[in-house]
């Protein structure tokens, strides 16, 4: 690896990043990594909100015209994304070089290419009085809905969002520690709350950088914590709440 590796965001349709071997990625699962040895260290980490502030300049554009609404707020926008791709920076192996660029739409002038490091706060700091205080609303939010049997060793639960299903069995020795783990993800401890079930791994992110911090990112894994098997975009609160209920209400397991 003769080349100092690097990841550039630089968003465009079904975007977030472009890797050393000039290959787009998405942003799906919040998620931005490198799985190719030969254009660096491996690793995977999980941004909670950063697919949402991708769509949401997706959903202002016209792709066809390479144009963006008139309306979009590309300050605030910008704002957000650098927060982000410092968040990013913080976590990933020091030996890339991270760079953020405009989309091609953006005609705007508000900032050019930026090396992401430890100066992009003198920049971030520039735009945020600038940046308005007034979330634009969520460009996209997944519901999860819930199916459960119970048998006589464990419950069955199955996770559905739209065609994406994943069903799993829990055993009933692991309610408590869902139950704690649920209460960790309330009370925010830890960037990231995870529990070790057989078989699989749940996850839970709350959002700490953007506009949204009432949301978070949740995935299911096998194995290494960032190969997701179920993934979804939701309002903290709700989850919590969805799956409490579901687990412990409807099954009368919450005594």
């Known amino acids: 690896m003769n080349k100092k590796p690097y990841i550039r965001i630089s968003p465009d349709i079904d975007v977030l990043f472009v890797d050393g071997d000039s290959c787009c990625a998405s942003a799906y699962g919040d998620e931005i990594g490198n799985d190719s040895p030969w254009l660096g260290p491996r690793f995977s980490i999980v941004v909670s909100g950063i697919d949402e502030w991708v769509r949401r300049y997706e959903d202002a554009t016209d792709f066809a015209e ?50 992401i490091d430890e100066n992009v706060d003198s920049l971030i700091g520039r735009l945020r009085p600038l940046a308005k205080r007034t979330p634009a609303p969520l460009s996209r939010k997944d519901n999860i809905e819930y199916q459960l049997e119970r048998k006589d060793d464990c419950v069955q639960i199955t996770f559905r969002i739209n065609n994406l299903v994943l069903g ?20 925010a ?31 299911i894994s096998k194995n290494y914590p960032y190969n997701d098997e179920f993934t979804a975009y939701v309002d903290t609160k709700e989850f919590v709440r969805g799956f409490y209920l579901s687990l412990m209400t409807e099954l009368g397991l919450n005594h």
């Open 66 to 115: 390479t144009t963006t609404e008139p309306s979009f707020d590309w300050i605030s926008w910008h704002y957000e994304g650098l927060c982000f791709a410092k968040a990013i920076w913080k976590q990933m192996p020091r030996c890339y070089t991270l760079y953020y660029e405009p989309p091609f739409e953006d005609h705007s002038g508000t900032i050019g290419e930026v090396i």
């Open 189 to 219: 401890k830890g960037e990231v709350c995870t529990i070790q079930l057989t078989g699989y791994n749940l996850h839970y992110a709350r959002q700490t950088v953007g506009f949204h911090p009432e949301m978070g990112r949740f995935w």
């Open 168 to 187: 799993m069995p829990l055993s009933f020795k692991s309610l408590p520690g869902i139950k704690q783990w649920l209460k960790d993800i309330i009370d």
